[in-house]
C-alpha cells in the first residue's frame, strides 16, 4: 500500500485511476485547481486538495507532495493557450519534479503521449507545436532527475471502456494506436506494482496483450 499523489486529479484518466488505487488499499490524494469539482473527484475515494499548481513554487509542491511515495502527473491545460500549456504542461511539471525531489519523493509517473520527444517532428507554427514540446521538455527533465519515473505513453485517448489488454508500439508503426482512458488509468496503476517499468518509457495502445504481462517484458 502506498500514498499516492495524483496531479491533475479531475482528469478523465485521474477520475479512473483514483478508485482502482483506493480500491487495491493505496491512500491517494487528488490535487485539481476548481473548488466546483471537490465533489465529482471525492467520489472517487481519494482525498481532495484544491490547489492551482500552475501558479505554486517547488517549495511549495514540495509541501503538496511531501509524505507520498508516488507521485502521478496527469494535469495538463488541456488544449487551452499557448501560454497555459507552456506554463502548465512544461513549466508546473517541471517544478513538480523537482519538488518530489525536495520532498524525498522516489517515484513519479508521468502521462505523456506515443511519439513524445524531441523528435516529435510537429512544426512550430503548428497549434500541436507548443504541446508537444513541453511534453518533450518536461519528459526529458524527469529522465534527467534523480527519481524512479515512469513515462506512461498512450496513442490517441478514446472513451472506451476497458479492455485490460494493450499492446507496445512505437510511433512509427502502422496504425491509429487509439487507446481507452479506462486502461491508461490500468496501466498507471500497474506500473506502480511492476520494477521493470521503472525508468522507462511505455509507449502503448489498445491491443491483446495483458497489461501487466505487457510491462513485465524487458
Known amino acids: 500500500m502506498s500514498n499516492v499523489t495524483i496531479i491533475g486529479g479531475h482528469g478523465k484518466v485521474a477520475l479512473l485511476l483514483a478508485p482502482l488505487l483506493v480500491e487495491r488499499g493505496d491512500t491517494v490524494t487528488s490535487v485539481f485547481r476548481n473548488p466546483d469539482h471537490t465533489d465529482e473527484v471525492a467520489q472517487t475515494g481519494a482525498g481532495t486538495v484544491v490547489a492551482d499548481v500552475e501558479t505554486m513554487s517547488v517549495d511549495e509542491l514540495a509541501e503538496l507532495v511531501g509524505g507520498s511515495d508516488v507521485v502521478v502527473w496527469s494535469a495538463g ?5 499557448p501560454e497555459r500549456t507552456w506554463a502548465v504542461d512544461r513549466d508546473a511539471a517541471v517544478r513538480t519534479i523537482d519538488a518530489a525531489e525536495q520532498a524525498g519523493v522516489r517515484r513519479f509517473v508521468m ?4 511519439g513524445a ?3 516529435h ?3 512550430e507554427d503548428h497549434s500541436f507545436y507548443p504541446y ?3 511534453k518533450a521538455d518536461a519528459d526529458d527533465h524527469l529522465r534527467a532527475s534523480g527519481l524512479d519515473w515512469t513515462i506512461v505513453a498512450p496513442g ?3 472513451l472506451e471502456e476497458p479492455s485490460g489488454a494493450i499492446d507496445l508500439v512505437t510511433p512509427g508503426d502502422d496504425g491509429a494506436h487509439e487507446t481507452s482512458r479506462a ?6 496503476a500497474a506500473a506502480l506494482d511492476e520494477p521493470a517499468t521503472v525508468r522507462r518509457m511505455i509507449e ?3 491491443g491483446d496483450t495483458p497489461i501487466a504481462e505487457a510491462l513485465s517484458r524487458p
Open 77 to 81: 491545460a488541456g488544449g487551452g493557450s
Open 111 to 114: 502521462v505523456s503521449y506515443v
Open 117 to 119: 520527444g524531441q523528435d
Open 121 to 123: 517532428g510537429v512544426p
Open 132 to 134: 508537444a514540446q513541453a
Open 156 to 158: 490517441t485517448l478514446t
Open 183 to 188: 486502461n491508461v488509468a490500468r496501466v498507471v
Open 204 to 206: 502503448f495502445a489498445d
